[in-house]
Structure formats: structure tokens, C-alpha cells
């Protein structure tokens, strides 16, 4: 399995695309401004106690209060309040966890009115970005996440990731880190940190560890709500959490950005430093690489997989739908339940993928095609629980009911991955009638001459659909392109854009900037 990484960086946002084998499988959008991401610490301050949900509404500074239930409080928060006490008289000078006496854990079937207080400065952390109409969630059971490790202020305990299977490896990297961190700090350890040795874990320790404690030192100053701690920008935190020896190419179409990744992913794997590689050109980075075209066929209501079969994704506000059909396809020789099997084995393929890139979560129902063997609604099963091992988000499959039913649940803390595919026409606007479009070159050559007129630029760039391109360069010498040369006395590039609509066509200067035709 090869990884490839294609990041679109725009003024307003990055896109970020992750391809497996080739094929997208993750798609994330980041925006400039992003705030309230999961893992972003603040200091909040309560605005209401609800004691029939035993939770309370948080002020982080977002439009609608954030949530805090009870359970999400953590059994350490009253040493995690006496920190912040202590952090907000002192501003942070000379504050140790490692000098603390830690105070005993709270009842976990208390009460929030009997913790909380309206009015009161606390530390949470965003468990969950605002979804739809609901703000942030929020936990106060602080964790932050290395590479190799993840720190948990006020606890002792060492786990170590389910997914190293040597349990001799397990008790080398527990021991190992139990020599090694402060005292109440508690370690996370990763599956990438299998092999690591102990030098670069303590150092990476004590990188969190100075993190934490340095994001306090003038925190008397912050007038609540304010950030105290923000996660990494959403690259480099898919890229500290996935990069691993699979990856071959990094593509990004920014010098700076490109650069920044560069020198992050020296500093956590030098040895992959070389695969990052700077795009450049006219054409867009997802049209050069075939991004934009995966992105088109992937989503929808309707998603093609395998030999005519295809599944009717359907969204509501509950939960997701996902039904699979067979379509036209049919194989000579195989009976009906043979069939099914493999088309349902491909659909798991799918299905699984489609989760993933959508960034789908709550329930998902999915109605694979009637089995009438117990073995093979077995081995479905198997094969989404296989295939859905990939998915780094928290999830939970049950085996399909005898109706061909499967009930998936998936960690939702982030507005679900939605691109509209359907394009409102921009030439007629959405009224279904257009211009003739034998009249389109004629309408080019016209918006040509008045540029030229207008702005008096020598050289131009004309960017239309490959179609149209392929219409303007036809022949060899007598073409469009080289008569509107010989008469204007300009030199015209013409681009192929594969994204733009058929009818779309734009002009750029010399500098590459786009021209206002209106």
C-alpha cells in the first residue's frame, strides 16, 4: 500500500486530500480561520448549570455556548482546578504538575451543581468542533498529542496502544516510560512508537511537558473566554498522526507551505523529508493530478463502485442510509447468492471509504443485497470489520441482521465532508437556455479584441474546457489560436482547465492574474 498526500493551499483555505493505491480516500477543508478545533485548549467560563442534564453551558468565545456534560469532566478536575488557581494567582512562574499534590478524583455519580459554579473560570478542551446548529462539545480531562505520545496531565497511569501486538514490546515502551515521565503525568503511548528508542521519547516528553506548563505563563492576563492552547494546524496534525513509511509523495502547490511541512516533517521523520514536492503551473493542483475528477465521482447521492453495481447514499438528520445494488451487472454461470456475496464484499470495500471521506459519523444503516447463508452475512461482516481497521476514527459494527441490515456507529467530531457535485449552469444560470454554442468562439474572439483594446497587454492566457482547447488548436497552421495572433498582434496561450464547464472560458495577464471580463 502506497500513501500520497495533495494539499491545495488557497487565500481562504487548504484542502488537504489523502490517496491511497492512488484512489482518495480522505478529504479534509481547513479553513484560515479555523477555530474551535478538537484538541484546542481554552479558558471559558460558565454561563449556566443545567442539573436535569447534569451538565453545563461553557462561554469559549463561539456564537452559541459550548457544552459540558458532567462524565466529561474528568475524575482528576479538582487538581486540574486547583492548577488553574494556583496558575491564575502566580501567572504561571515557577508552576510545576510534578509539585502538586493531586486531590482525590470526583464521585463519577455526582452532580454537576455541586462542582460547578455560574460565573466560575474553567479548562476545557474541545472534544467535538460545532456541528450544524449545536456548539462545541468540551471534556476537561486534558490530553496532548505528540507524535509518538500523548500527555495526560494529573495521572500517573502508562497505556499502551491496543495496536502493538508484541507484549514484549508493550512492556519495554510501558517500563520505558515509567522510568521516564514526571511525576502525575500520565502517557498515552502511540502504535507509531513501536521500536522508537528511549532517547526519542524523552525528548519528545519533555517537549509536551514544557508545552503545557509554558502556555501558563501569563495566563493571569487572559480575560475569559480566551484560547490558552491550540492544536496544530490540521495538516501537520494528519500528518504527525499517519505519516508513516508508506507515504511516497507529499504534493502541495505552495512554496511557503511546502517549505513549513518540509521542515515539521524533519523534525518527526527526517528520513521522509525528500517526498515532499512542490507543484507548480497554470493548471489547478486536484486538475494536474486527478484529484477534482475523483472528487466529482465519489460524491452525490449515487457513487458507482464495481461493474455496474452502486450504492444510494441518503442523509438525514438522525442518521445515514446506505443501500446496495447490484444494478445491471450479471456474470454467466454464478447463481444469486454468489452474486450477492460479491457484490456485497465490494460494496464493505466502498462503504468503508465513503465513511471515511465524508467524514461521516452518528448511525449508519446499510442494506446490503439478501444473503441467505448465515456463513456469508459472516463474512461481510469480517470484511467491513477488516477494512474499517483502517479508519483511525473511533467506531463500532454490529453483524447484519437476518434482513441484510448493518448498524455501524462512527465518532462524530467534526461537521460531516459535504461537496455538492451538481453545478448550477453559469452560463444560463439555472434557467436551461443558453447562447448558441456554435457562437462561443465568436463571443471569445470579441472579449479578446476589447482586452486587447482596453489594456493594451501583448500577452494573454486563455483557459477553457480540454473540449473547447482542442477546438481552438485544431489543424496545424490555419488555427483560431494563431489567426487572433496574426491579427491582434498579441502572443495567446490557450490552457486546458478539465474542472471549468464547457462554456466557461477566462483570460489572465502575464502575471498570471486573473482578468475581470464584466
Not at 1 to 23: F, G, H, R, W, Y
Not at 141 to 170: H, T
Request: hydrophobic letters at 40%; a positive charge.
Amino acid at each position: 500500500m502506497s500513501n500520497e498526500l495533495v494539499i491545495d493551499v488557497t487565500p481562504n483555505e487548504i484542502v488537504i486530500a489523502l490517496l491511497s493505491n492512488k484512489q482518495l480516500i480522505e478529504l479534509t477543508r481547513e479553513k484560515s480561520n479555523l477555530q474551535f478545533a478538537v484538541g484546542d485548549i481554552y479558558l471559558g467560563k460558565v454561563k449556566k448549570i443545567m442539573p436535569g442534564l447534569n451538565a453545563a453551558f461553557i462561554d469559549v468565545g463561539y456564537e452559541k455556548d459550548a457544552f459540558l456534560h458532567y462524565l466529561d469532566l474528568g475524575h482528576q478536575y479538582r487538581s486540574l482546578t486547583k492548577f488553574l488557581q494556583q496558575a491564575l494567582a502566580k501567572n504561571g512562574r515557577n508552576l510545576s504538575i510534578s509539585k502538586m499534590k493531586l486531590e482525590a478524583d470526583i464521585d463519577k455519580n455526582g452532580k454537576i451543581s455541586e462542582i460547578l459554579k455560574s460565573g466560575q473560570h474553567i479548562l476545557v478542551q474541545v472534544a467535538k468542533e460545532p456541528i450544524s446548529t449545536k456548539g462545541p462539545r468540551l471534556c476537561s480531562e486534558i490530553s496532548i498529542a505528540g507524535r509518538n505520545l500523548v500527555l495526560m496531565p494529573f495521572s500517573d497511569k502508562v497505556s499502551i496502544s491496543q495496536k502493538i501486538s508484541s507484549s514484549e514490546e508493550k512492556l519495554r515502551l510501558k517500563k520505558l516510560l515509567q522510568s521516564i515521565k514526571p511525576k502525575n503525568y500520565g502517557v498515552i503511548v502511540r502504535t507509531v512508537a513501536e521500536g522508537k528508542r528511549v532517547a526519542a521519547l524523552d525528548q519528545e516528553l519533555r517537549s509536551l511537558v514544557e508545552k503545557w506548563e509554558s502556555s501558563f505563563e501569563h495566563i493571569r492576563d487572559l480575560n475569559p473566554p480566551k484560547l490558552v492552547l491550540g492544536e496544530m494546524d490540521r495538516t501537520s496534525a494528519i500528518l504527525r498522526d499517519i505519516l508513516n513509511s508508506s507515504f511516497e509523495n507529499i504534493y502541495i502547490n505552495d512554496a511557503n507551505a511546502a517549505k513549513d511541512i518540509k521542515n515539521y516533517i524533519e523534525s518527526i521523520a527526517p528520513e521522509k523529508s525528500k517526498i515532499v514536492k512542490h507543484i507548480t503551473g497554470d493548471v489547478p493542483i486536484f486538475d494536474q493530478l486527478g484529484i477534482d475528477k475523483q472528487i466529482k465521482s465519489s460524491f452525490g447521492k449515487t457513487v458507482s463502485f464495481k461493474n455496474g453495481a452502486y450504492l444510494i447514499i441518503e442523509h438525514t438528520e438522525a442518521f445515514h442510509v446506505v443501500d446496495v445494488n447490484s444494478g445491471n451487472r450479471s456474470k454467466a454461470g454464478n447463481d444469486q447468492e454468489s452474486n450477492a456475496v460479491e457484490v456485497n464484499l465490494a460494496a464493505a470495500e466502498e462503504i468503508a471509504r465513503q465513511l471515511r471521506l465524508r467524514d461521516m459519523g452518528g448511525i449508519i444503516v446499510v442494506d446490503f443485497i439478501d444473503m441467505h447463508s448465515a456463513e456469508n452475512r459472516l463474512k461481510v461482516f469480517e470484511k467491513m470489520k477488516e477494512i474499517m481497521g483502517l479508519d483511525r476514527t473511533k467506531h463500532n459494527i454490529l453483524p447484519l441482521s437476518k434482513f441484510g441490515l448493518m448498524q455501524i456507529t462512527r465518532q462524530r467530531v467534526r461537521p460531516e465532508m459535504n461537496v455538492e457535485i451538481q453545478e448550477t449552469c453559469p452560463t444560463c444560470l439555472g434557467t436551461g437556455k443558453i447562447t448558441p454554442a456554435v457562437l462561443l468562439t465568436d463571443q471569445i474572439e470579441q472579449t479578446l479584441k476589447r482586452l486587447v483594446d482596453e489594456q493594451n497587454d501583448k500577452k494573454l492566457t486563455l483557459k477553457v474546457h480540454p473540449f473547447v482547447a482542442a477546438y481552438i488548436n485544431k489543424g496545424i497552421w490555419k488555427t483560431l489560436r494563431r489567426k487572433w495572433q496574426s491579427e491582434l498582434g498579441i502572443k495567446l496561450s490557450v490552457r486546458e482547465i478539465p474542472s471549468y464547464d464547457m462554456l466557461v472560458y477566462k483570460f489572465f495577464d502575464k502575471n498570471n492574474q486573473e482578468i475581470d471580463l464584466l
